[in-house]
């Protein structure tokens, strides 16, 4: 079996949980996209932004950054900002360790930028930026 595929079995359920922020003062909205059913208005941005995020998380465990991880579940919470720059990542939960962290959050700040958002979407979420919740899942 190929590196990737053992990480498939091994490593693989990220699920991708965005909150809308249509006010700076906080989320409002009580939607919720769990990865395998990201619909809202923003469907292919959220789609683009999850399999990247997810690519680069892959390409780093397979180029191997640490000898065994463990199990447990890792979530970033970060601003996606209209010109798709990522800034005020923090780490909500880590149930695995420093260096499993440091492996999430460089798949997430090394997939930026992504697009500029369309007029519609900056229109609709009225700030200009998003927090996004992300969780990282490592299994055996």
């Known amino acids: 079996m190929t590196k990737s ?3 498939a079995y091994n490593c693989v359920v990220v699920s991708l949980i965005i909150c809308l922020l249509p006010m700076v003062s906080g989320c409002v909205s009580g939607e919720v ?3 395998e059913k990201i ?3 923003f469907k292919s941005y959220d789609t683009v932004l999850r399999n990247t995020i997810m690519q ?3 390409s780093l465990l397979d180029r191997g950054k640490f000898a065994q991880h463990k199990i447990g579940k890792i979530v970033l919470q970060f601003h996606l900002n209209y010109d798709g720059s ?3 990542i ?3 939960e880590d149930g695995v360790g420093d260096e499993q962290v440091a492996i999430c959050q460089e798949a997430v ?3 930026a ?3 500029r958002w369309p007029k519609d979407m900056i229109r609709m979420v009225g700030a200009n930026y998003r927090v996004i919740t992300y969780t990282f899942n490592y299994y055996k």
Do not use: A
Request: proline fraction near 12%.
């Open 90 to 92: 923090k780490v909500l």
């Open 39 to 41: 619909n809202g208005p």
């Open 113 to 115: 930028p992504f697009s």
């Open 56 to 58: 680069r998380w892959h």
């Open 5 to 7: 595929i053992l990480h």
């Open 33 to 35: 996209y769990p990865q």
């Open 86 to 88: 990522i800034t005020d």
């Open 109 to 111: 700040y090394s997939s």
